[in-house]
């Protein structure tokens, strides 16, 4: 082949891959304002005076901008006292369950013991149950002990570590070269300080990964708050948010308000966070 | 005491959380709800066994039982129209393309959102009169659909929501199976004459198939167990038609009290999902290639 065939050759594929990558901002930049188009048109609805969300054609940028519809539903509408519930529910939990399950992981991980694989595919095999058939059962246990309209099967379960964690978090204790303990173990440091001082400094990321998705779990759920909590002041962010549906019906400038502030705090930890994220989602997809 | 032996205690201890929650919440609840449901039992009294009536009931007796079947498995048409635009995305994406992490937000933010405010939003959207998606449809003279009060149009736009909420997450999944495409594999291909459309048939779509069928089976298990959004978008409604079987169970269970013929509602549906997940991975041999 001449010189001249392939400097042919390479211009048409540099041209061909110059249209690929055009169709593909086109086609990125296109999705894009679909996924963003109705988050600022909940942000303008939010902004909105009473009558103007019924306006036709709607104005995106209201006439009136309407501050005052977010003091009156972070107020008056208690979605701030949902938010404090919903944190002394999920950090607590979240911390003591990533303990939990960190220690479990590391013994997975690294001690030989009778049994050990025998309890670990046990575990395991718990994430494979769908959820509704423990969902009445449970309700029933908690209702026994009278723990209905508490928090505390919103707490408990949590407490005991997840199933998920303790994959993901073995995964991880199993790269870590184990001359370190060896050395640790010589000095006459016990398994417990071991783990504490030499295997949790080490598990950061992973840790901040599983531990950001055991927060972001807790403060989304619905689902468990609903089943469980019956008096208003004990309502958690997302009920005291689904609650404005039959309280506020049809102000939607109110709702559209609750629904940007109640999605503010997980937005920011994604901003954040975002590498955490990606590296999270990937690992704990790669088991499959 | 050897030191083996302290090991094991060491062990034990560290493990005895999770082993004990699995007992707890796992194991005793489980056992628990088989008896549950071969008994009448609404919560207050004593569960009265009645044999196989609930689920003799449910199969024979309970034409709403096979609606909510039908409509769950309607409402699961999101997964390959999700699927394949999540691939697309993750696609364009791989392109070594400028802005990367501002897409990459974008299609993301809905993931981490929480659920209700994303469903209050789709509410509002769906408006017939006043919602932006009609507002936007009649900018092409089209009217749109009462679409949430209506028995034709609402799954439709539940699937519609379904389908923009996951996007994020399966793209992310995508983008690293992607990225994990060895590139010789693309340079072979190029070599023996294989054009864009053929080396992603043959590489690109072999390479990623593990991904694929991750996301298929955690999206089955999660589509036919979805119950927030049903709840908050539509309750079941208009006639029944966005009435889910989870959605059924949870009106069994906690409005009309009946936990036992719920609880065989569960063992139904699970062992629908527990099927299906086999079937997947008993058929995925067939189409997925495991370096």
Redesign the interface.
């Known amino acids: 082949m001449s010189d001249v065939a392939i400097g042919v050759r390479s211009s048409k594929k540099r041209a061909g891959e110059q249209i690929r990558k055009a169709v593909a901002y086109l086609f990125l930049i296109a999705g894009s304002v679909i996924m963003a188009v109705p988050f600022l048109w909940m942000l303008s609805t939010s902004l909105k005076e009473e009558g103007a969300v019924f306006e036709l054609p709607p104005k995106w940028i209201p006439e009136v901008i309407e501050w005052s519809n977010y003091s009156f539903v972070l107020g008056e509408a208690n979605l701030l006292h949902g938010f404090m519930n919903t944190l002394i529910i999920v950090i607590p939990t979240t911390c003591i369950g990533l303990f939990t399950s960190a220690i479990a992981a590391y013994a997975f991980a690294r001690i030989q013991f009778p049994a050990r694989n025998t309890l670990f595919v046990m575990l395991l095999a718990t994430m494979m149950i769908p959820g509704v058939v423990t969902m009445i059962p449970t309700f029933i246990l908690y209702k026994t002990i009278g723990w209905v309209d508490s928090w505390l099967p919103l707490m408990v379960p949590g407490m005991f570590g997840a199933a998920a964690a303790v994959f993901f978090l073995r995964q991880f204790f199993m790269t870590i070269p184990s001359e370190l303990e060896d050395a640790a173990m010589m000095d006459g440091l016990n398994p417990f300080q071991i783990f504490i001082k030499i295997i949790l400094p080490l598990a950061k990321p992973a840790l901040m990964a599983q531990g950001i998705f055991g927060f972001l779990g807790g403060y989304n759920d619905f689902l468990g708050p609903l089943i469980y909590i019956n008096s208003p002041e004990k309502f958690t962010l997302q009920l005291v948010l689904a609650s404005f549906q039959g309280m506020y019906t049809a102000n939607w400038s109110y709702i559209m308000a609750g629904s940007i502030l109640a999605l503010i705090p997980t937005a920011l930890l994604f901003f954040f966070a975002q590498r955490y994220f990606v590296e999270g989602v990937t690992l704990t997809g790669m088991k499959g | 005491m050897s030191n083996k032996r302290k ?2 205690i ?3 201890a ?2 005895s ?6 007992l ?3 194991m ?3 056992c ?2 088989v008896y ?1 449901s071969f008994t009448k039992y609404s ?1 207050y009294h004593a569960p009265e066994l009645t044999g196989a009536d609930n689920y003799v009931r449910l199969l024979a007796h309970d034409p709403l039982f096979w609606k909510t079947l039908k409509n769950t498995i309607y409402s699961a048409l999101s997964i390959p129209f999700g699927m394949m635009l999540s691939l ?2 993750a ?3 791989n ?3 400028v802005g990367i ?10 993931t ?7 469903t ?6 769906f ?1 017939a ?2 919602g ?1 998606l009609n ?1 936007f449809l009649g900018w092409f003279g089209i009217t749109g659909p009462a679409w949430l009060s209506s028995e034709a149009w609402a799954m439709p736009a539940m699937i519609l929501q379904g389908i ?1 909420s996951g ?1 994020g ?1 399966n793209m ?2 995508y983008l ?1 199976a992607l990225q994990g495409v060895p590139r010789s594999l693309y340079e072979a291909a190029e070599i023996d004459g294989a054009g ?1 459309w053929q080396r992603f048939v043959k590489v690109t779509i072999p390479c990623i198939s ?2 694929t ?3 298929l ?2 999206s089955i ?1 999660g589509a036919m ?1 979805d ?2 959004r049903f ?2 978008m539509t309750e079941g409604g208009p006639n029944y038609s966005t009435t889910t079987i ?1 959605y059924y ?1 949870f009106q069994n ?2 409005r009309y009290m009946e ?1 036992g013929y ?2 065989a509602m ?2 139904m ?2 062992i629908l ?2 099927t299906i ?1 086999l079937l997947n991975f008993w058929l995925s041999r067939r189409w997925v290639h495991y370096e």
């Open positions: 090991m094991y060491w062990a034990y560290f493990i959380a999770p082993i004990l929650g699995f707890l919440f796992a005793i609840p489980i628990f709800s549950v919560g697309a995305i696609i364009a994406l392109q070594k393309i992490r501002l897409f990459r937000t974008a299609f993301f933010l809905p981490i959102s929480s659920v209700v405010a994303m209050l939003l789709w509410k509002w959207i408006n009169d006043y932006l507002i923009w996007l997450f992310v999944l690293a864009g593990p991904t069928l991750y996301i089976i955690t298990i167990q119950f927030p709840q908050i989870v169970l269970a906690f936990m719920a609880s569960a063992w549906l699970g999902l527990m997940t």
